[in-house]
């Protein structure tokens, strides 16, 4: 490192100074709407943000209601056959333990459908 000349020091670089209108338009109106458009991007990012979840919301609501009716369903079915006139025997009870069946694993695929939906909406909500 070399020592500092003390007649460097002593000579002030010389400035321009501009008249405070000069400053505001040259410096501070390019930052300023700069600024403004920046906060418009996030505001439009925050109303895209509020549309994606609802629509996922509702998306959600719609599979719970799917769900829902078709639980409904199944039990409308099983109250059905056991108030029905008995008759049939052992092969009406097989084809009832096999309808049981079938619309356990309906309820069981629109319960999974449900956890991926929530899984989905976790993830997105994460990133």
């Given at each position: 490192?070399?020592?500092?000349?003390?007649?460097?020091?002593?000579?002030?670089?010389?400035?321009?100074?501009?008249?405070?209108?000069?400053?505001?338009?040259?410096?501070l109106l390019p930052v300023i709407h700069e600024m403004r458009e920046d906060i418009a991007a996030l505001t439009r990012e925050h109303g895209r943000a509020s549309v994606r979840n609802r629509s996922k919301l509702w998306e959600m609501d719609n599979m719970l209601i799917q769900i829902k009716t078709q639980v409904e369903a199944s039990e409308e079915s099983a109250l059905n056959q056991l108030q029905s006139p008995g008759g049939g025997g052992d092969g009406r009870a097989a084809r009832r333990g096999e309808k049981a069946e079938e619309k356990a694993q309906e309820v069981a695929k629109m319960a999974e459908m449900l956890v991926?939906?929530?899984?989905?909406?976790?993830?997105?909500?994460?990133?």
């Open positions: 490192m070399r020592p500092v000349d003390v007649v460097e020091l002593a000579e002030p670089e010389e400035v321009e100074v501009l008249e405070p209108e000069e400053d505001f338009e040259q410096f991926q939906l929530v899984r989905r909406l976790e993830r997105s909500e994460s990133s």
